[in-house]
C-alpha cells in the first residue's frame, strides 16, 4: 500500500511540473513567447486578475472551513475529556 501510495505521490508531483512548464510557456504571456518572470507573473495575479484571486481565495477558506467542521469529533467521552471533567 505504501508503494502504491508513494507512486500516486511522484504522479502528482510529475503532473504539476509538467503542468507549470506548460503554463509558463504559453505564448499568452509576451508576444515573444518567452516565459514571465517572477515580477510579471505577480502583476498579472493581483492587477489584472485581482477579483479571481479573491474570489479562489474565499472559495478556499470554506472548503478549509467546512473541512475543520466535519473532522471534528463530538462523542461524549471526547467532548467530557476536552472539559476536564470525568464519565459518571
Excluded at 507512486?7 to 509558463?24: K, N, P
Aim: hydrophobic letters at 55%; proline letters at 2%.
Amino acid at each position: 500500500m505504501r508503494a502504491l501510495s508513494g507512486m500516486a505521490g511522484i504522479g502528482v508531483f510529475a503532473f504539476i511540473l509538467i503542468l507549470l512548464r506548460e503554463v509558463m510557456e504559453h505564448p499568452m504571456w509576451d508576444e515573444t513567447g518567452e516565459a514571465p518572470t517572477t515580477l510579471e507573473f505577480a502583476n498579472a495575479l493581483f492587477n489584472d486578475w485581482s477579483v479571481a484571486v479573491v474570489v479562489l481565495g474565499g472559495l478556499l477558506a470554506m472548503a478549509m472551513i467546512g473541512a475543520s467542521y466535519l473532522v471534528r469529533d463530538e462523542r461524549l467521552i471526547n467532548l467530557l475529556w476536552d472539559m476536564g471533567g470525568e464519565e459518571e
